[in-house]
């Protein structure tokens, strides 16, 4: 029960979060969109390789807790005025939200890792690759 709890107040969170991002990348213009979608995947193959992904881009122990501060810090950053700040933190705050919601059997957290695999979608959208490249793209995050 507390853990269900846990849960359904981290998906409040991620999903207010997930609004900013989303409302973040909508702004940007092509080639800041494609820089993003560039520092995401570089930022996602980066966290795949910890033995903690979700834990990326903390330098403190996270040992006893449940999820790391990360995605709050980089969520508070997408509406900054550098706009090499807000594209950081979209491809930070995407990559750290995907891998701790990636294999979750909360339902509430599934829909928000669906949000993420949309923004993915969305900057990844402006390119305009061919099906093999854009497959190709998902499997090297993964």
Known sequence: MFVSALAQCRQLMLQRQAAAVLKAVRA??????????DQTLAEIQA????????????????????????????????RDRSIQ?????????????????????????????RKVLGALRELRATERSAPATEQAWFKAAA
């Open 28 to 37: 940007m213009d092509a080639a800041q969109r494609k820089t993003t979608a």
């Open 47 to 78: 966290a795949s390789v910890l033995p903690h992904p979700h834990w990326h881009g903390t330098n403190e122990s996270m040992l006893y807790r449940p999820w790391s501060p990360v995605a709050s810090v980089t969520a508070g950053r997408v």
């Open 85 to 113: 700040l807000r594209q950081r933190s979209v491809a930070l705050w995407l990559a750290v939200v995907y891998h701790e919601t990636r294999q979750t059997p909360h339902a509430g957290l599934q829909a928000v890792h």
